[in-house]
């Protein structure tokens, strides 16, 4: 089948960094991606990565490891405006995202 | 520069009842999609077009139909709404649909079913 599992919610304090874990099967795997959405609003794309390895852009990373079927987003030097909901979503051999149900990431002063 | 807009922002419709939800993209993307987004649920796929003129069923398609007469409009159809069919739709669309395309989202559409 295929399946994404990634945590509920964490908490993490303003100026710190967070990992947010990905795990995923999925039949013909075509890459990972990333997606954030605030409260109320829609998701908004952070990153792809379809090979093994860590895409650095600005505050945020994502790595992706093939052989384990697991992904992370790091987020560097936290703001307030990072409080959100991050998706995981894996694309499938038709191109299509199997998505998670989120994490919500929830900053503290 | 719009994006992808959908109308109406919100609706409350009683059991029963058709509606269309709209969806319209000005980036001249191929592939379009609509999504149902419920909580502690991830965004679960209900129809897919990778171009005007076709259409495709995704994860959960039963009571909901879709049509893509050009490249701009995707409506979403709820021939008889259920209750069940509460939930937050968003439109999305993505420049051919395949490899490391970004799909960019509509601001979406709360709709109730009473």
């Known amino acids: 089948g295929q399946n994404i599992d990634q945590p509920t919610e964490m908490t993490a304090t303003e100026g710190a960094i967070v990992q947010i874990n990905c795990t995923y099967q999925t039949s013909g795997f075509n890459g990972l991606f990333w997606y954030q959405q605030h409260a109320g609003e829609a998701p908004t794309f952070l990153s792809y990565n379809v090979l093994d ?53 929830i900053i503290k002063p | 520069i719009a994006g992808i807009t959908q109308a109406p922002t919100s609706q409350i419709l009683a059991a029963g009842r058709r509606m269309t939800l709209r969806c319209t993209q ?41 049509s893509r007469a050009n490249t701009d409009d995707f409506p979403l159809t709820l021939a008889s709404a259920v209750p069940s069919q509460t939930s937050v739709y968003f439109c999305a669309s993505s420049p051919h649909g395949t490899g490391s395309d970004t799909q960019y989202f509509g601001p979406g559409t709360r709709l109730t079913v009473l």
């Open chain 2, 26 to 66: 000005d980036m001249r993307h191929n592939a379009m999609y609509w999504y149902r987004q419920d909580l502690g649920l991830g965004l679960r796929l209900i129809h897919y077009s990778n171009t005007a003129g076709t259409t495709g069923k995704g994860e959960v398609p039963d009571g909901y139909s879709v």
């Open chain 1, 53 to 105: 390895g860590l895409e650095e852009k600005g505050r945020f990373s994502s790595f992706l490891s093939r052989s384990k079927g697991y992904s992370y987003l790091l987020l560097k030097e936290l703001q307030m405006k990072d409080s959100a909901s991050y998706l995981c979503a894996s694309q499938d051999s038709n191109y299509q995202l199997i998505w998670g149900a989120g994490t919500k990431l």
